[in-house]
């Protein structure tokens, strides 16, 4: 089923302790659709861009099938960028620059093509401007999938709780997930954000794993051990664009293939920080996939 | 198989968010043998107490059928004392008071009819007296696990280096693996371990599961998300306890029982903290354990 994914596209700049970057292709909605490219083959985006972005990028993303009709490039304007540097740990980062540019007042144009979309999938960005979307569709999703952050919970919260009541699922990290419901407990945490709106809700822990709460059950996916985090930028978008790609290839929106789902999402994740960017995420197979999504099972599985 | 379990046998003094206890039974091998008691039979505690130490405690201990033989009571002296308060998080504490009394000088005292132990389990306490135990046993037990603290590892180093030499197992959580490695990955520190004696490497991360290395193999368990941490003393210890005593009843030590006793030891740590220390170990039921487990397979079990 199609999926309609609207976010940031932008430049970043990283720095790590294993090296920097020029400013390479990056924006929550570039990892969501790149890492749902490898499920569904109807792709379609929303963001906006300034002429300075250069459509060598473009074509990466068309080559992964990602429908870019709906990405606007904004004459005179300048590019979203981010840059930011990891500290030794790599669970931590400073934001070194930040410059709006066209994201100052991104306006969400949905073309008539995307509008028989059945998965939105709203990228961290304003709540107004996601409400917006929402807004803009003649006929509401089967199932809106809704990524905030920390910003947005403090400068924008009537805005975010009126958005809440009109989503089906929320992806949050931990702290996010504390900061919105002042429980430091995620069960509670979950039990809360489910009062606001979502149903179901999804709790992303970083190198701890993601818990998923919906119909009063809730699962635990494991991230896989690794050895070495080369790069995590783009790690919780690529998790969302897998889950929400995987439910869009496969159109089942029950708890049992959610669970299938994160799976797929955290097997994305784990494959993105391997390099700086979303260069993994690039240059993926299925196999690749299928392997990664194997080692899952492996680490989890035990018999009574 | 039988077991025998060496460590402290203390009182503590508690505070949480929640509230305090006046002195209650504590110590790493009152935590390891109750939750092994649930398992395993043949249960035999090594451990010293001064004359201070009430009837009554020893008594809980034996209704719960661990044999106190080897239960020292110097007359004249006073037991371990340790008390301890609880940050709001419940993650973090700070040690108010430490008397060591009869633990400074401690010389554990195998009784023959403890000799022919299959399983050992070294619950915390200085390296050279864990070490004291191996040797004063006339054959090698089949199995012997090791849980050590960060203060072992910063003090009695050479001694630690000496003893992982001669166990199998080591159960430390995830701080305490990065500090005896010097890796920050989980991974790269088991491996490191692994290459210090011990085969199998435990790695708790309390709220976060475990993380089993053997083998070459990598097996993960979910800690049970909980509503309410009510009092995480003695967490660690009830699950080493769970995970030896059920590795002890089955009496068998492949990876795949050890996933399994690692499953049996979070579901026993679960409990653990639902009350003031060891309280809700001290009463459960079998009926209640497996209902336990079961909750973990439905958190982890997903179907591709």
Sequence with gaps: MSLLTVGSVAFDALETPFGKTDK???????????????????????????????????????????????????????????????????????????????MEDFDPKIPESYQDCTYLMLGNTAPSIQQMVIERLNERPKLIVLDTMNLWIEIANPDLMSLLKLVDVLVVNDEEARQLTREYSLVKAAAKIQTMGPKTVIIKKGEHGALLFSEGKTFFAPALPLEEVFDPTGAGDTFAGGFIGYLAQTDDISFDNMKRAIIYGSAMASFCVEKFGAERIMNLTKEEINQRVNEFVTLSAFGL
Tied chains: 1, 2.
């Design 24 to 102: 390479i292709i990056g924006g929550a909605a570039t990892y969501i659709t790149l890492s749902a490219s490898y499920f569904t083959k109807d792709n379609n985006l929303v963001a906006v861009v300034g002429d300075d972005f250069p459509q060598t990028m473009i074509d990466d993303l068309n080559q992964h099938g990602i429908n870019t009709e709906g990405l606007e490039i904004r004459v005179g304007e300048k590019t979203f960028f981010w840059s930011g540097k990891y500290h030794n740990d790599m669970n931590t980062r400073d934001t070194v620059e930040v410059q709006l540019n066209v």
